[in-house]
T-cell receptor, first 117, second 116 residues
C-alpha cells in the first residue's frame, strides 16, 4: 500500500523567510511518480511539479525548489523568500505507474502555510 | 490551455432534490476524475473515467451517479444526498503517458456543495 506523510500540519513564517515543506512516502513500486499541489483559499488545486522515480535530479523553478532523495523516501519542497501569496495548503502526492490505477493519487494530509507580511 | 471548468461554483440543495455537477476540459485528456474534499482534509477519489469508460468507483454510495457523455465532459448526478455529503467536489483530468501510465492531474476550481 502507498502512503504519504506530511508531518508538518501548519507552518507560519514572516515574508522573505525561506521555508521547507517535508514529504515522506512509502511504496513497494519500483516506478512511481511524486507530485506537489498548492491549494489557495479559493479551493482549486494547482499543479506545481511531477517527479519520476527514476529521475533524482533536484529542480528549481523561480523561488521554488524540490529535493528528491530515494534513499530516504523524501520529496521536500522549499520556497525561497516567501511571499504572502504563497499562503495556501500544500499537498504532496504519490501515484504508481501502473495502468490499472489510472493515475490514482495518494495524498498526504497537507501542510497549511501562512506567510505574514 | 490547461483549464478545467466546473459549474456551478456553489450549490445548496435539500435532501430530496436532484442536481448535477458539470466538468469540462478541452486539453484532449482521456482520463477524468471526481474527488470529494472535506474541510482541512486531502481530496478523496470517488470515480475515474478512462476513455469515457468508468474505470474506478471507490465504493461511492449510489446517491452519487457519474456520467461521461463524451471525452470532454464529466457529470456527477446527485440525488437524495445527506448533510454529511456537504463538501468541495473537485474534477480533474490527465493525459495518458507512455506504457499506460498517467501524467499529472489538472484540477478545476470545484463546486462547494451544501446539503440542508
Amino acid at each position: 500500500a502507498q502512503k504519504v506523510t506530511q508531518a508538518q500540519t501548519e507552518i507560519s513564517v514572516v515574508e522573505k523567510e525561506d521555508v521547507t515543506l517535508d514529504c515522506v512516502y512509502e511504496t513497494r513500486d519500483t516506478t512511481y511518480y511524486l507530485f506537489w499541489y498548492k491549494q489557495p483559499p479559493s479551493g482549486e488545486l494547482v499543479f506545481l511539479i511531477r517527479r519520476n522515480s527514476f529521475d533524482e535530479q533536484n529542480e528549481i523553478s523561480g523561488r521554488y525548489s524540490w529535493n528528491f532523495q530515494k534513499s530516504t523516501s523524501s520529496f521536500n519542497f522549499t520556497i525561497t523568500a516567501s511571499q504572502v501569496v504563497d499562503s495556501a495548503v500544500y499537498f504532496c502526492a504519490l501515484s504508481d505507474a501502473g495502468g490499472t490505477s489510472y493515475g490514482k493519487l495518494t495524498f498526504g494530509q497537507g501542510t497549511i502555510l501562512t506567510v505574514h507580511p | 490551455d490547461t483549464e478545467v471548468t466546473q459549474t456551478p461554483k456553489h450549490l445548496v440543495m435539500g435532501m430530496t432534490n436532484k442536481k448535477s455537477l458539470k466538468c469540462e476540459q478541452h486539453m484532449g485528456h482521456r482520463a477524468m476524475y471526481w474527488y470529494k474534499q472535506k474541510a482541512k482534509k486531502p481530496p478523496e477519489l470517488m470515480f475515474v473515467y478512462s476513455y469515457e469508460k468508468l474505470s474506478i468507483n471507490e465504493s461511492v454510495p449510489s446517491r452519487f451517479s457519474p456520467e461521461c457523455p463524451n471525452s470532454s465532459l464529466l457529470n456527477l448526478h446527485l440525488h437524495a444526498l445527506q448533510p454529511e455529503d456537504s463538501a468541495l467536489y473537485l474534477c480533474a483530468s490527465s493525459q495518458q503517458g507512455g506504457k499506460s501510465s498517467y501524467n499529472e492531474q489538472f484540477f478545476g476550481p470545484g463546486t462547494r456543495l451544501t446539503v440542508l
